[in-house]
């Protein structure tokens, strides 16, 4: 039997839900190969951006090792990015782990923390000259639904870390558990990378 892939999905205050909950529920539906534990700097109850809390069942001192680290987006981005407890454990993660990933505005913190330096990324369009601004040595791309540079995945806000997700489980496991996946889901998988109408609506490209 393969050995289950670990995934730490961080909460801070001021989380976006569905960043966090979209993905989280693309792994949960195929829990006979990936295994979520919640992380945040304390254990407790997190408040997201819409006041819903979310619980981490496990605190960055804990030290364990993931192979697959998530970082969601929100308003507490900003206060994420120069949050040395975080920065130093994504740093560390950063060593051993197979994947980083983000989602929407997460990108400025895993750019804070020097880790899209040299890579290939995309974030929300609406917020992208935040993350941009975090991260100068990183190539930003501004049309992509999401971007995979190596062992670096990052997406465009809030749904779109859904179908980066599921690009995950098609990478890590198989086309055919992620297919059944977003069926599960009722979801429809946009599969194309490069397909963003949002970066034109918010006047990133014409």
Known sequence: MREKINVAAVLFEGFELLDFYGPLEMFGLADEFFVVYQVAEKMGPVRSSAGVCGYAEYALADERRYDLILVPGGAGTRQQA????????????AHSARILASVCTGAGVLAAAGLLDGYRATTNKQSFAWPMSQGLETE??????????????????????????????????????????????EYEWNRSPSHDPFAGRFGLVW
């Open 82 to 93: 120069s949050n040395p407890a975080l920065l130093e454990w994504l740093r560390r993660q």
């Open 140 to 185: 930003w791309v501004k049309q992509a639904r999401w971007v995979e540079d190596r062992n670096r995945y990052t997406s465009a806000g809030i749904s779109a870390g859904m179908d980066m997700a599921l690009r995950l489980i098609e990478v890590l496991v198989d086309a055919e558990t992620a297919e059944r996946v977003a069926n599960e889901a």
